[in-house]
């Protein structure tokens, strides 16, 4: 089966256009990909804390997060969001089933470093689960807080939990944004990287090209490709058909490579 783990972030879910959902769904209707979304939420996740008066603060683009802030990101991600998804998918004639990565242990993680409390990474991915959708009928839409065997919850980075989802199913990856690609800037213009090598990432990250909620997307590209996922790339969601372009092999957006992968 040929799954293709979509990524939409939290600053382009709310305005993303009906054509994204109906690019998804005729991928899912034609049978040759199966996809499958894994979101986050991040703007509504800031509204809610600064309309509770929660001061929340991030390291490299992730959110420090201590029990009051992870129960709000629990309500925000597998609440509003994900279900916003699901509703989106339905309006425009398709089927889906949203969880949790609590759900069915769906993400098994553990803490990724004191300094961000009860952040996590994927340590399993519960595949079974999302078959179990798949095999249903559904397109599967997935809310990135993970869960240890102790019941800890963690609050995982979208990006790395797309990723990790990907790495398990040996899956395509795409993330979802409003811009074409990566941009960079010469003599004043900017122009899209067709394609960016683990080594030019680097750079753009280095030179502050790439820069805050970014640099987790790119890293968990970079680690992907590391572990075998087929091909990754950053692509507009608002443009018609650049979803399916994509899986086409069209020229679309950025992909991005490991430089032993090019001539």
């Known amino acids: 089966m040929n799954y293709i783990v979509i990524k939409c972030g939290g600053s382009v879910l709310e305005n993303l256009p009906k054509s994204f959902y109906e690019d998804v769904i005729a991928l899912h209707q034609k049978g040759e990909w199966t996809p499958i979304i894994v979101h986050g939420g991040g703007p509504l996740i800031n509204k809610l804390l600064n309309s509770l008066n929660v001061e929340t603060t991030f390291v490299n683009g992730l959110r420090v997060t201590n029990h009051e802030v992870l129960d709000i990101v629990e309500m925000v991600l597998s609440g509003t969001v994900n279900k916003q998804v699901v509703r989106n998918i339905i309006e425009a ?64 980075n979208g990006d790395v939990a797309a990723s990790a989802v990907a790495k398990a199913l040996g899956a395509n990856l795409c993330f979802i944004s409003d811009i074409p690609g990566i941009l960079v800037e010469e003599n004043g213009e900017k122009s899209k990287l067709d394609m960016a090598t683990k080594a030019k990432v680097e750079e753009l990250i280095e030179n502050k090209t790439i820069y805050g909620g970014m640099i987790p997307k790119v890293k968990a590209a970079i680690d992907g490709l590391v572990h075998k996922i087929p091909m990754v790339g950053i692509i507009d969601g608002f443009e018609k058909n650049s979803l399916v372009d994509y899986v086409n092999g069209k020229n679309i957006g950025t992909k991005i490579v490991l430089e032993e992968e090019i001539a």
Do not use: C, M, W
């Open 93 to 156: 004639g398709g089927s889906s089933l949203g969880v949790s990565g609590v759900d069915g242990s769906l993400l098994k993680a553990k803490p990724t470093s004191k300094e961000l409390g009860f952040v996590g990474e994927v340590v399993e991915v519960n595949t079974q689960v999302i078959e179990s959708i798949v095999e249903q009928g559904h397109i599967p839409v997935v809310s990135p807080i993970g869960i240890d065997s102790k019941g800890q919850r963690y609050n995982i």
